[in-house]
């Protein structure tokens, strides 16, 4: 059980670039999403999803695209990276019944993005 | 909007000792939950401990307890006999009990623990 896995650990894009940051999760969890973290910021939701093939925005959604087309994998895409975007990502994931209890979020390891 | 407060940037604690660190949070939310996170140098976000809102009784997890002040909308964590590793950034968030559930964070304590 490898609970919630990030790939890569760490990249470096120029201005304009895009990528996918990889996002799984092996326990079969209905809920997933990315945060980022900046200095002094804490943690900001980007985009969250409820199960495959839902998805919706978070606080700071703009610049990024998610899909969710399986309940294990949840990509997050930079479509055109700007230095804004310079940040440390997480990945999370958590059982999820609606109308149900919240339960406890697991994170990924993370993944550390400069944008030159 | 719900927003979650940690007024302390950082803090120190000798080892052995008991510090608290603080979190203030505002809802109009009565089903909620809360949570403390721990950040180690390594960046992984671990679970410290977590406060459903409807139990009076306040989360204890082995040297952590919160102290759930709900009508004053605060929830502290208490690190007894403080060890080196518990050194981190450690954040409060917050989540609300309906069928979204999306996480709010507080801005992080950095916790120095002195030899």
């Known amino acids: 059980n490898a609970g919630v896995t990030q790939t890569p650990k760490f990249q470096v894009l120029k201005t304009g670039q895009s990528m996918t940051l990889q996002c799984a999760q092996d326990?079969?969890?209905?809920?997933m999403s990315w945060y980022r973290q900046d200095p002094g910021m804490g943690l900001r939701l980007i985009h969250y999803?409820?199960?495959?093939?839902?998805?919706d925005q978070g606080e700071v959604p703009n610049g990024y695209n998610v899909s969710r087309s399986t309940t294990e994998d949840f990509p997050l895409r930079l479509l055109s990276a700007a230095p804004s975007q310079t940040s440390v990502y997480f990945c999370?994931?958590?059982?999820?019944?609606?109308?149900?209890?919240?339960?406890?979020?697991?994170f990924g390891p993370g993944t550390r993005l400069t944008v030159l | 909007a719900q927003t979650v407060t940690q007024s302390q940037p950082e803090m120190s604690v000798q080892e052995a000792e008991t510090v608290t660190l603080s979190c203030t949070y505002d809802?109009?939310?009565?089903?909620?939950?809360l949570f403390w996170y721990k950040q180690p140098p390594s960046r992984q976000m671990i679970l410290v401990i977590r406060?459903?809102?409807?139990?009076?009784q306040n989360a204890t997890e082995n040297r952590f307890s919160v102290n759930f002040q709900k009508a004053a909308k605060s929830f502290s964590l208490k690190i007894s006999d403080s060890q080196l590793g518990d050194a981190a950034m450690y954040f409060c968030?917050?989540?609300?009990?309906?069928?979204?559930?999306?996480?709010?964070f507080g801005k992080g304590t950095k916790l120095s623990v002195k030899p």
């Open positions: 999370a994931s958590s059982a999820f019944e609606r109308g149900g209890p919240a339960d406890t979020q697991y």
């Open positions: 326990m079969n969890h209905e809920y």
């Open positions: 999803s409820v199960g495959a093939g839902i998805t």
């Open positions: 809802t109009s939310e009565s089903d909620y939950y």
């Open positions: 406060q459903e809102a409807y139990k009076q």
């Open positions: 968030a917050y989540r609300y009990g309906g069928s979204q559930g999306n996480l709010i």
